[in-house]
């Protein structure tokens, strides 16, 4: 994927929504766009079990680039170079990556390679469709010989067409590239993709052509219309991080849900509050590099359709708050200024009945039983007393937001212990630093 298309967004929240190489391919299977056999392997022992034949490639499944230059794709002819092979890979970092999978596949007789990709022009507000006669891992190459053809009506076969026409194509190949596009065109938009690429797209001597290799970038903010990209993103790395995916409330008139991510049960505790599925990892995977130990995290969505963002953050604070082994929770909001001020305001009105009852939040002797003086006011606070009986006591806040005018959430909640910061390598830091602190 290429910068200069790319959404403006830091490299770590774009990484984490990539699919893996062995992902992007099934879906690539599931549409009909040509892929060699493969299996994953996520432990040696699986090596002597191949149900590929020989000569194979093992390839790192990491989601940044270079891996080829960097030794993670090796050729073997055998079961014992497999091993030796395999365990260079899983111990090599690339750019601080270390792999959780390993693809073997298939080796393929290659004439030529090609480069292909349909992906959001941000600028345009366009999908475009990239193609180079000149694919594989010379990018300077690559990028002299690319081609652009930009969507800027329904989409027909005849954008297809054309891409491959302006790269050079001819004979066969033309119909036969212009399918392939199609097919990558149809899995961009059903499941609502920043972009979908196949480098190389590989033609053998023959004629045929293989995706020998592919990169997905996932919109977080689509995940809640498209579980199986979810269950995609969740079958590697965070199940073997001992992290589930589960939905939690749901919401009235069957709009999506409020979603979590957790850790194995009685780990952590620090919770996260995001909006996206994109920020939400990056935020947990930060805390852990830093040695902090989240233990949930709560993903807001600003989807057209859905609840209300307001709503959304109130349901994540009520989970968070009941959450009683949570000692610190991380709001990180990027968004515009509009959001964060919304967000700030819906912070302050939350926990406002908190400061006003704050003698009676502590002391449970305080509740006194209703009379007829008091009836109404109980009836008025009931449900708020009754929430306010699961909890012991609030976790410290680290608020993260860009933007908006935050002056008012610093005065509006001056008896709580909160962090405001747009830094967020601060509110990581901070975050942990409470998280370790002794208790009071």
Known sequence: MFPYFSKNYTSQITSVMDLLEYQAKELFHRVGIPILPSQPIVNLSEIKHLHIPYPVVLKSQVRSGGRGKAGG????????????????????????????????????????????????????????????????????????????VVVDSDFSPFYARRLAVKMGLQGELIQTVSSILEKMYQIFWEKDLDSIEINPLAVSPTGEVMALDGKIAVNDSALSRHRDLVELLTSSKLETSSIVFEPVIPQPLNLPQVCVI?????????????????????????????????????????????????????????????????????INILGSPETSEVIAKGIADYFQPYLKREIKFFREDLFPRPTRANSLEHQQDGQLQNHLSQVTKLPSLVVRLLGGDLDPIKESLSGLEINLTEDLGQAITTTVSLAKAPKK
């Open 262 to 330: 957790k850790a194995t049960p009685g780990e952590g505790n620090i919770g996260i509050i995001s909006n996206g599925w994109g920020l939400t990892i990056t935020s947990w995977e930060l805390l852990v590099h830093e040695q902090g130990n989240p233990a949930c995290g709560w993903m807001l969505n600003e989807q057209e359709g859905l609840i209300s963002f307001a709503e959304q953050l109130t349901i994540a604070l009520e989970q968070a708050i009941k959450s009683t082994h949570i000692k610190v929770l991380l």
């Open 73 to 148: 794709i090796r050729f073997v002819e055998n079961t014992i170079d497999a091993i030796v092979a395999a365990q260079a890979i899983f111990s090599l970092a690339i750019l601080g990556e270390y792999p959780e999978v390993i693809l073997a596949e298939a080796r393929y007789d290659t004439k030529s390679e090609f480069f292909l990709s349909v992906l959001l022009d941000y600028k345009l507000q366009r999908p475009v469709l990239l193609g180079s006669p000149k694919g594989g891992i010379d990018v300077e190459t690559l990028l002299e010989h690319m081609e652009k």
